[in-house]
Nanobody, 126 residues
Framework: QVQLVESGGGLVQAGGSLRLSCAAS????????MGWFRQVPGLEREFVAA????????TYQDFAKGRFTISRDNAKNTVYLQMNSLKPEDTAVYYC???????????????????WGQGTQVTVSS
């Protein structure tokens, strides 16, 4: 199994930027496709972005396109989410997730991910 620890959240003004990191440890982190999700209290967890094992394929939720960038550094066992032009509606707890796979696919389906981090709070003030 793999353990995931997110960091990089915080308070930022609208229009600002944050970079979230997700450090993975355990069983060969490079064998996992990774995703970022977010959740607001009282609402369902929402897909943000996902990346394949090698980083060659990515996919984004519509609200993230053009503003967020997912990347990974397998040498550091870390996945990143660069978030620019942040809006108050981006306020949420952001989670990274991992799914062990043999292929180079990506998925935005939360149920496909086996492992989850504890989350990091992102607050965007207006």
């Amino acid at each position: 199994q793999v353990q995931l620890v997110e960091s990089g959240g915080g308070l930022v003004q609208a229009g600002g930027s944050l970079r979230l990191s997700c450090a993975a440890s355990g069983r060969t982190p490079s064998m996992y496709r990774m995703g970022w999700f977010r959740q607001v209290p009282g609402l369902e967890r929402e897909f943000v972005a996902a990346i394949s094992r090698s980083g060659g394929s990515t996919t984004y939720q519509d609200f993230a396109k053009g503003r967020f960038t997912i990347s990974r550094d397998n040498a550091k066992n870390t996945v990143y989410l660069q978030m620019n032009s942040l809006k108050p509606e981006d306020t949420a707890v952001y989670y990274c997730a991992a799914d062990y796979t043999f292929g180079e696919t990506v998925t935005g389906t939360a149920a496909a991910y086996e492992y989850w981090g504890q989350g990091t709070q992102v607050t965007v003030s207006s």
